[in-house]
């Protein structure tokens, strides 16, 4: 032995070896020619078919707007803000990534430009720069890449979705960040697809690929070649368009996936299943897996398109209805209850400013049921307080979300005499203010990020409907609010027919109420619709259904 290596091994014998740290693997996917074109569909269908794999997936979404999260976001825009179990107020696409890969998100899986900036003036303000002069580059995209990198940590692959469309100039960080982390991992460990539009003419009765071809030269243009392509289409498109995609873009045929309007959101992953673009993808980063387990997701497509001899009518109370996409979650937690109840759903927006007590009835009795779901600001109320109230008195079945819990207390008690019943929110000066302001919300209405965020526990009591739906005594559920109901009122509540049915463990904040001798009226202060899966109805939504089918 040479001198002196007893040393060594003495300090080395019966040492594990230091643990290599997995390197996370990046599927990065982009748009080009227009928004909206279903990157977000695109992301969570690989997804899911990463995860059927028995890979540990990860999801996030950049998004280019100067808000520092979408909770003050107009509904009528920007469509639902999507609420993390963390209490995170996020855009919709986080729901599509829930429901496709059936995890709980967190506020990491959203990641807004106003975030970044904030953090990167909040560190120049404090001298985390130390006097350097700070910009665009590298600073902020510094900060991007290691917020994408923690995000995700731990996980095989973490797919990026970027916003927007490739060329919005409010967009460039976040590429620049894509064309710099594919550098610092290096070959092998990303990839990247990117969904683009192919419009087809009705005059010359043709597909032009002309829009898709300078998106990716502009993808080109900026440092970035696509391994993939999504070709988003209204109509089935001929296989030559792969072939003419391939030639003008550099992308191989085997990249390229046709993705035509589909029946249903859920036949995406099959899609593209079918077309061998996932594990075209995977090949891309050196991943064998073995084969999907699929047939869940050809069960879900199955009963999603295919008719049931019953129909289950609902009408749906509300008052943002320029974007249906304000009420995605809602719609699809119907959805999915209407088919495990073996059902046809058919709903229809009802406008809450249209509705008032002597049309209600009118109104809303051709429904099996009724649902009001959430909202802000005075505009409808008075509507969705007669539509709760039409409901307990005719029994007919009802589902109150978050706004639709408060609206219910609002009219129920008013049929006790209150008749100045309201809440703070809508008439601040009202002599019954039977929902009020949280103290430690009190003067922060008109600010974001400060509400009752995320997940709260829920008490049940014991024998109740609530109790027998969910099956539990103790249930965790999401929250989007600010106002709650006032228990100072507990006893007009209970004698106009309501029976206060879920509280927090303190007891000190109502959570759920249901109609004493009703066949279901339901109403819960959270947004349970966060929670409902395709493959897994919500219990509140499941029981909705299955009693308007009585009705």
Not at 56 to 61: C, D, N
Not at 201 to 214: C, D, F, N, R, V
Not at 233 to 242: G, H, L, Q, S
Request: contains cysteine; positive net charge.
């Amino acid at each position: 032995m040479p001198k002196g290596s007893s040393s060594l091994v003495s300090k080395t014998v019966g040492k594990k070896p230091p643990k290599i740290k997995k390197q996370t693997k990046y599927l990065f996917v982009t748009g080009g020619v227009l928004s909206g074109v279903g990157k977000g569909i695109t992301a969570a269908s690989l997804g899911a078919l990463f995860k059927a794999r028995g890979l540990k997936v990860t999801i996030q979404k950049c998004d280019q707007y100067l808000n520092v999260d979408a909770g003050t976001l107009n509904p009528a825009e920007h469509g639902e803000c999507f609420v993390t179990n963390d209490g995170a107020e996020t855009d919709l696409d986080l729901g599509h990534y829930e429901r496709f890969l059936d995890v709980e998100l967190t506020g990491k899986s959203s990641l807004m430009t106003g975030r970044v900036m904030k953090k990167v003036i909040d560190k120049e303000r404090a001298g985390g720069y130390l006097g350097k002069t700070v910009q665009v580059v590298p600073h902020v995209v510094d900060a991007i890449i290691e917020e994408i990198e923690e995000c995700g940590r731990g996980s095989d692959v973490h797919i990026v979705e970027v916003g927007g469309t490739v060329g919005d100039i409010e967009g460039l960080h976040f590429i620049e960040a894509i064309r710099e982390l594919e550098l610092r991992v290096g070959r092998g460990n990303y990839t990247h697809i990117h969904v683009v539009y192919i419009p087809f003419l009705g005059t010359s009765k043709e597909l032009k690929t002309k829009p898709a071809q300078h998106a990716v030269l502009e993808l080109r243009r900026i440092g970035l070649l696509p391994d993939m392509i999504g070709a988003r289409t209204e109509v089935d498109a001929p296989m030559k368009v792969i072939d003419k995609l391939s030639l003008f873009t550099g992308v191989s045929p085997e990249g390229i996936v046709l993705l035509p309007n589909a029946d249903t959101v859920y036949r995406v992953p099959l899609t593209l299943e079918q077309s061998g673009i996932a594990e075209y993808a995977l090949s891309k980063l050196n991943i064998k897996t073995k084969t999907p387990e699929l047939s869940p997701w050809k069960n879900l497509v199955k009963k999603a398109t295919q008719g049931f001899d019953k129909t289950v009518k609902i009408g749906i109370v509300a008052k943002y209805l320029d974007n249906e996409d304000t009420y995605f979650s809602v719609i699809e937690a119907l959805k999915s209850a209407a088919r495990t109840n073996n059902t046809n759903l058919q709903f229809t927006w009802v406008d809450a400013e249209n509705v008032n007590v002597n049309n209600s009835s009118d109104l809303l009795k051709s429904y099996d049921g009724i649902l009001v779901p959430g909202g802000f600001g005075k505009r409808g109320i008075e509507g969705k307080i007669a539509a709760a109230q039409y409901a307990l008195k005719s029994k007919k079945p009802y589902l109150g979300l978050c706004l639709g819990l408060q609206v219910a207390v609002i009219g129920a008690v008013r049929t006790t005499g209150l008749n100045d019943a309201n809440s703070t929110e809508f008439e601040p000066k009202t002599s019954d203010p039977v929902v009020y302001i949280m103290e430690a919300q009190r003067g922060k209405e008109g600010t974001g990020g400060s509400m009752r965020l995320g997940g709260y526990e829920c008490v049940i009591k014991p024998s109740s409907l609530s109790q027998r739906v969910y099956g539990a005594n103790k249930i965790i559920e999401r929250h989007r609010h600010r106002y709650e109901v006032n228990q100072a009122y507990k006893s007009q509540i209970e004698e106009a027919g309501l029976l206060i049915s879920g509280l927090s463990p303190d007891g000190t904040l109502v959570e759920m109420i249901e109609g004493k001798d009703h066949p279901y009226f339901l109403a819960t202060q959270a947004h349970p619709e966060f929670l409902s899966r395709p493959m897994r109805p919500h219990p509140l939504f499941y029981g909705f259904i299955k009693a308007s089918l009585k009705t």
